[in-house]
C-alpha cells in the first residue's frame, strides 16, 4: 500500500460511521460493527479500536454510546455498549 493509498483508505471512525448510517434507527454492538468493517477476517482484534474511536465520536458529538438501553458518558462506562447515531428529534 502506497501513501497515497492509505490517505484514500477509510479511517476506523469513518467505517464505523458507514456502517451506522445503513440503518441509523438501530444501535450496534461492538462485535457486530466489527463483523461488518473486518468481513471475512479476524474482527477480535478491531473491538478496542472501535471502543477508543467510538469515546472519541461520542466526544466529538457524531454517536452515542448507550449502555442498556441508555446513553451512557462516554468517559465513564463498562460492560456491554451499543453505538447509535444521534436522534434528530
Request: charge should be positive; charged fraction near 25%.
Amino acid at each position: 500500500m502506497t501513501t497515497q493509498d492509505s490517505q484514500l483508505a477509510p479511517t476506523l471512525e469513518e467505517n464505523i460511521l458507514k456502517v451506522l448510517m445503513r440503518d441509523s434507527a438501530r444501535t450496534l454492538s461492538a462485535p457486530e460493527l466489527a463483523q461488518a468493517i473486518a468481513t471475512g477476517a479476524d474482527w477480535h482484534g478491531l473491538l478496542m479500536p472501535i471502543r477508543r474511536a467510538a469515546v472519541a465520536l461520542a466526544q466529538a458529538g457524531r454517536l452515542v454510546i448507550y449502555r442498556k438501553g441508555k446513553p451512557a458518558d462516554p468517559l465513564d462506562f463498562r460492560g456491554v455498549y451499543r453505538l447509535g447515531l444521534p436522534r434528530q428529534d
